[in-house]
């Protein structure tokens, strides 16, 4: 940036009306928070995912308005959210002929795994057409960021790698005393519940897995595992805080997957053990601040639960280390400075 000026940012959202997201206040007295304004594009009070194609035309038809208005107030950049359809359409606009804006970037940027299908590559081409206008996208993962070159072709400078952040109320809860008799894995995308479940059956250790409604998919169940479905934010939390540990099993995938789910567990003071995979790969300091263990490799797992389960010093060491990392790298604060450091650079 060559203005004197601080950057300005419009962060853009879509979904059901709300004061503030949840990390907004967590940005206070942070000295870039005066160059950020925040807008939520709301239609019919509907979260994205349930709108019908009508309310999506409605929403379609709401961006050109929010990008002219960025134009005509100087705004710097224009944030969206993962790959959203705000992502897409404001890509779009900004490859046509003449069209002037802010300069968009997309952060914690996601997108499906290229298939052979033709709905797959069909995909990929409309994200390579809409997305190459996009000045930035933040990953959550280093290894992500080389498949995505790859699929779309784009420059190494387009991307921007900064760890997922954790809700700062995390660290207001009391560290987890790691004393229960259970365990707890959460989760819908890509877990990789069937090796848990082979891991664990025959243990005797009681296993609880949050999961959606279509379940783990294993049945039948051993004995060693309860499930949870879609149950409310709050009592996911008062299960992490209340288990032994924390497990989470992951299919081996080169797309960001897992790490909301770690960083919560972390932050809430408990061990973790997770799969290796590319996603979770910048995350833990293995043996230090949590335990990786290999893709599908129910022995390994098994061995890894048992370890941490049965020894008490090892689960407050790692689960005080684990805490301690969250409080130092992953918070809203830091986010978004990385962030703005990266725009101004």
Request: with cysteine; charged share 25%.
């Amino acid at each position: 940036m060559t203005d004197a000026r601080p950057c300005r940012c419009i962060v853009l959202s879509i979904g059901t009306p709300q004061p503030d997201p949840w990390w907004w206040p967590q940005l206070e007295g942070l000295p870039l928070r005066d160059s950020l304004r925040w807008e939520r594009i709301s239609i019919d009070g509907q979260r994205q995912q349930d709108l019908d194609r009508w309310q999506q035309l409605r929403l379609a038809a709401r961006i050109p308005r929010v990008l002219w208005r960025a134009a005509r107030q100087r705004v710097d950049h224009i944030v969206t959210f993962e790959g959203d359809l705000s992502c897409y359409l404001i890509g779009l606009l900004q490859r046509l002929p003449g069209f002037r804006g802010p300069r968009h970037v997309i952060v914690q940027f996601i997108t499906r795994e290229r298939g052979s299908s033709m709905r797959d590559r069909l995909h990929t081409a409309i994200g390579r057409a809409c997305l190459g206008s996009v000045h930035r996208i933040v990953c959550s993962s280093r290894p992500e960021i080389d498949y995505y070159r790859a699929v779309f072709g784009w420059p190494a400078e387009k991307f921007i790698f900064v760890p997922l952040h954790a809700d700062d109320r995390l660290l207001a809860h009391a560290p987890s005393e790691g004393n229960s008799d259970f365990i707890i894995a959460a989760g819908r995308s890509y877990r990789d519940y069937p090796t848990l479940i082979q891991a664990v059956a025959g243990t005797g250790i009681r296993t609880v897995i949050v999961c959606g409604k279509s379940g783990p998919g294993v049945s039948p169940l051993p004995p060693e595992v309860e499930l949870r479905a879609e149950i409310p934010f709050d009592a996911y939390v008062q299960l992490v805080r209340s288990a032994r540990l924390v497990v989470l099993p992951l299919e081996d995938k080169r797309i960001s997957i897992g790490q909301m789910v770690l960083v919560q567990g972390m932050a809430l003071g408990q061990a973790v053990i997770v799969t290796r995979t590319a996603g979770t790969a910048d995350y833990v300091a293995d043996g230090t601040d949590g335990l990786y263990v290999p893709p599908r490799d129910p022995v390994a797992l098994r061995e890894a639960i048992r370890r941490v389960y049965d020894d008490a010093q090892t689960r407050a060491r790692l689960a005080g280390n684990a805490r301690h990392t969250i409080e130092q790298k992953h918070r809203p604060r830091q986010y978004v400075a990385q962030i703005a450091r990266a725009l101004q650079g």
